[in-house]
């Protein structure tokens, strides 16, 4: 296997967990935004739903995913007709890697809202701001360290995950075959060397991920005024 | 034009009722803490919705829940300042005071945000437009809260005790300040407070607020002079009240002090309250021989609170104190008097000119 081949595992990885995040970063700040403002009957379950991923094994997870995605479940035979399918492919790692990400952000972006002041506002509201205003004006600024933690622990869950990946998108390397799941069969085969080095990489990508992530939350704190 | 307030809302401990109407005026809003004050002004803006009523602005329905209609806050026209002013802590000075200019250009946003921070005094040193809320005194902050309600041409303010977050010194100054804003402002301004004298300075006409309720609303010096209920009298510091029983038109017998008194009111009732001022407490003692003054007793001193310009004496009527704590009348005197007063033999005259003796119903 030519080098460049060898380092798929990085490209798949990488390109998984900025898609996942990226999507999870807009999913999980649109659910944070309207369950705070739901006060229905239904908001203590519909939050345990959106927890859900968070506290289930990652195998529970990829067959919850393969019933939905599979050849039999509701979205995989919508595929079907179409003449694609889900399992087995690259986009299947997005969504595992979104859904397990997901109640993290969730989870930030709604702490991050609850902690901003209402009083501010409410005092944007009486100056003739729209709720939109209100939300993107004030709101998201002054949530952004909860949201931007939310964000970095969002990216590093989508990179490590392996249970559900490996269910729904199978280890294909070359398509689906993330870093994790590199390492795992590398160890399966023996190859210490090779997960060595994909292990060194993943700490070093991480650490790296994190210090950026972490100073551009303290930047954004300092302007704000507020320490959480 | 001015504001019509007729609303009732449920809220757990109390219901809040509140009837009132007001052209262009400094209301002051009096009550404990926890009275509703603040949840009339939020009712007002429309941050929280009554269960029933309307409320009316210049001639505009704000809310009317027999119509229907319930304009979110954004479309009041109200400028609301909050106890801790709620100044946008990522936003600079310059951009929390245009906040309300959207619709403007941005030329005359510029303008209207240079006006308006050189009227309210936030022009000393320049880049005071480029700094953020937390680099700025609490004196100046609340200016740029004010400001920014302004900016937007409210018909009506709204301040949630302004002044409870700032030190002495600063809250006499400002009030004084303030007022002089006030008095430029074309609409009715709603000023909440529980501070007594702030309320009585700033304000012109007062509303008495007691577990949701309106007790009193009225100018101030009539409110002051007959708080017209018992909560009222308390509510706006009257320290001297007692049980009491008409004995004529113009005569109370106070079973408590064991004293009767005359008073100017008319009463009707036959049972209520009577209330005499601290303040209003005259020494009889010194008068010339011919000078009888109405409504005069004997009082012995039971204990004594100094304060820096004024003191407090705690006075029993009739027979000697037998404890610190045994006094019926709290009489406050100017620091100047408290020394010679401290020299007379006791027990002391005093009376109560039937002027300031006031009586409230049940």
């Known amino acids: 296997m030519s080098s460049w081949q060898e380092l798929t595992p990085l490209w798949i990885s990488l390109k998984t967990a900025l898609t996942a995040t990226g999507i999870t970063f807009f999913l999980g700040i649109a659910a944070a935004r309207w369950m705070f403002n739901y006060h229905g009957k239904y908001k203590t379950l519909l939050d345990g ?58 989870q930030a972006a709604h702490a991050a809202f609850e902690q901003v002041e209402p009083n501010l506002e409410d ?22 360290p909860g949201i931007a933690a939310g964000t970095v622990l969002a990216f590093a ?11 729904l998108a199978g280890n294909i390397p070359g398509k689906t075959q993330t870093i994790p799941i590199a390492i795992y069969f590398a160890v399966e085969a023996g190859q210490y060397k090779k997960a060595f080095g994909w292990v060194a990489i993943v700490i070093v990508m991480s650490l790296g991920m994190l210090y950026l992530l972490n100073l551009w939350k303290t930047r954004k704190q300092n302007l704000t005024g507020t320490s959480t | 034009m001015g504001i019509l307030i007729d609303i009732k809302k449920s809220l757990p401990g109390f219901k809040l009722q509140i009837k009132l109407s007001n052209e262009q005026d400094i209301i002051g809003v009096l009550g404990a803490s926890g009275a509703g004050k603040s949840m009339l002004l939020k009712c007002i803006a429309g941050l929280v919705k009554p269960d029933e009523g309307k409320i009316i602005l210049n001639k505009r329905t704000l809310f009317d829940s027999a119509q229907k209609i ?3 806050p954004q479309e009041r026209q109200v400028g609301f300042l909050f106890q801790n002013y709620a100044l946008f802590p990522h936003l600079t000075i310059a951009e929390n005071i245009a906040f309300g200019l959207s619709k403007l250009s941005k030329t005359e946003i510029n303008q209207r945000v240079a006006e308006l921070m050189q009227r309210f005094r936030l022009v000393d040193s320049g880049d005071m437009a480029k700094r953020f809320p937390r680099q700025i005194s609490g004196g100046q902050q609340q200016r740029v809260a004010l400001a920014r309600a302004m900016a937007a041409e409210p018909e009506i ?48 006409q007062i509303a008495v607020i007691n577990a949701g309720n309106l007790e009193a609303f009225g100018p101030k010096r009539e409110l002051f002079q007959t708080p017209g209920s018992l909560a009222a009298a308390k509510i706006t510091g009257c320290k001297n009240i007692a049980a009491a029983i008409r004995k004529s038109a113009y005569l109370l017998e106070i079973p408590a002090w064991g004293i009767k008194l005359k008073t100017n009111m008319q009463v009707a009732e036959k049972k209520g309250f009577v209330g005499i001022r601290a303040n209003h407490i005259k020494l009889a003692d010194g008068l010339a021989d011919d000078i009888v003054p109405e409504n005069c007793c004997s009082a012995w001193i039971a204990d004594e609170s100094e304060a820096p310009f004024r003191s407090t004496f705690f006075l029993k009527i009739g027979s000697e104190p037998a404890a610190l704590d045994d006094f019926h009348l709290q009489w406050e005197i100017n620091g100047d008097q408290r020394n010679m007063i401290r020299n007379l033999p ?17």
């Open chain 2, 70 to 72: 319930n304009l979110p």
């Open chain 1, 49 to 106: 739903l959106f927890i859900l991923p968070l506290v289930l094994p990652p195998t529970v997870l990829g067959f919850c995913l393969l019933l939905v995605f599979g050849k039999n479940g509701p979205i995989g035979t919508l595929l079907y007709e179409i003449g694609t399918s889900i399992i087995f492919s690259w986009p299947a790692t997005v969504i595992a890697a979104a859904v397990v990400a997901f109640p993290l952000m969730y």
């Open chain 1, 157 to 167: 869950r989508s990179l490590g995950e392996f249970g559900a990946t490996l269910m």
């Open chain 2, 157 to 204: 303010l709204l301040l949630d005790e302004p002044f409870s977050a700032l030190d002495d010194n600063l809250r006499t100054h400002m009030t004084k300040e303030m007022l002089a804003y006030l008095k430029d402002f074309s609409g009715s301004t709603l000023f909440v407070t529980h501070n007594i004298e702030e309320a009585y300075r700033v304000c012109n």
């Open chain 1, 123 to 144: 005092a944007a509201r009486t100056l003739g701001a729209s709720e939109w205003k209100v939300f993107w004006k004030i709101t998201v600024p002054l949530a952004w």
């Open chain 2, 346 to 362: 006791q027990p002391i005259k005093i009376h109560m000119p039937p002027t300031q003796v006031f009586f409230v119903k049940e």
